[in-house]
């Protein structure tokens, strides 16, 4: 099986990782094919090598050539997704850039979809949603939309069996077992750690001698990642409410020891995902269930 990926987002890391959740999961439940990535831009920094299996495809996207049927065929997403000829199509929340796209390539596409705005698979007057070329829309957190059809949990990069000891953290920072450790874990708009730093700074004692901050930004080519393995076994954590970063403290054992910071989008409700979340117990990572549901 030939599997594509593509996403429109670029302005948080999480787009590009929930790729990579996907092509781990496939791996573990040992799914035979390949799987490519299709992206508008260069992925983040601090991601580094881990992409590499994935060979992601860079196509910048017009908006106006993509959504101009026309024109969307001679784009260059078209183009590299008819030279891959993928089996599956998995097409994360962004829908619009490959609305004309989608039916020149001649096989199964399924839609991710995320908390977004109602009007997001609506569409326009002169860009609308067809539900029907997706055989799946399918939800990957609590959420509620007329055209969602099925949900599985939250999409994860990793699993609880992949957590570091504490041990293996202060040997990772040098650090003595100890201290305090507190880490700042950043994969949003580029300088929005500096707000999550100045939490740190209001909700931390800055005069424990022993307490250690370690910060990963993935913008940083020097972050760790994926930090989520590590953070189980730190003291405090720092993030904001992206889906990622909080799907991963459910699933990974560490969200009574985090806190969230909430900031506005126009195409996420991190509020929303925090309301609906509350109370929502997790019991499988939703890439594993996909794996599952693709190798069926």
Not at 202 to 231: G, K, R, Y
Request: glycine fraction near 8%; include cysteine.
């Amino acid at each position: 099986m030939k599997l594509a990926y593509f996403t429109g987002g670029s302005a948080g890391a999480g787009h590009f990782v929930r790729g990579l959740a996907i092509w781990r999961a496939l791996e573990r439940a040992a799914v035979a094919g390949e799987m490519r990535m299709f992206v508008p831009t260069e992925p983040f920094a601090g991601l580094g090598s881990a992409l590499e299996p994935l060979a992601p495809v860079i196509c910048p996207i017009d908006p106006e050539e993509v959504l101009d049927p026309a024109r969307a065929p001679d784009s260059k997403l078209a183009g590299a997704l008819a030279d891959y000829a993928p089996d599956l199509l998995l097409v994360d929340l962004f829908w619009a850039p490959v609305l004309h796209i989608k039916p020149l390539l001649g096989c199964e596409a399924w839609l991710l979809v995320r908390q977004c705005p109602a009007a997001w698979l609506r569409g326009t007057e002169t860009t609308r949603f067809d539900p029907a070329q997706y055989t799946r829309i399918i939800g990957i957190e609590p959420l509620q939309h007329a055209e969602v059809r099925e949900h599985i949990e939250p999409i994860v990069i990793c699993n609880p069996d992949e957590a570091k000891t504490r041990a293996q953290v202060c040997e990772r920072w040098g650090v003595d077992e100890g201290s305090r450790i507190v880490a700042i874990s950043h994969a949003g708009l580029r300088g929005e750690i500096d707000l999550l730093l100045a939490d740190q700074e209001a909700d931390v004692d800055a005069s424990e001698n022993s307490m250690v901050v370690i910060q990963a930004d993935l913008h940083d080519e020097a972050a760790t990642f994926p930090l989520a393995v590590w953070l189980p076994a730190v003291d405090r954590i720092f993030c904001m409410a992206g889906y990622n970063s909080y799907w991963e403290s459910r699933w990974m054992g560490y969200a009574h020891k985090t806190r969230l910071r909430v900031a506005g989008r126009d195409i996420d409700d991190p509020l929303g995902r925090v309301k609906a979340g509350n109370g929502y117990e997790m019991h499988n990572n939703g890439a594993d269930m996909l794996a599952r549901s693709i190798l069926g």
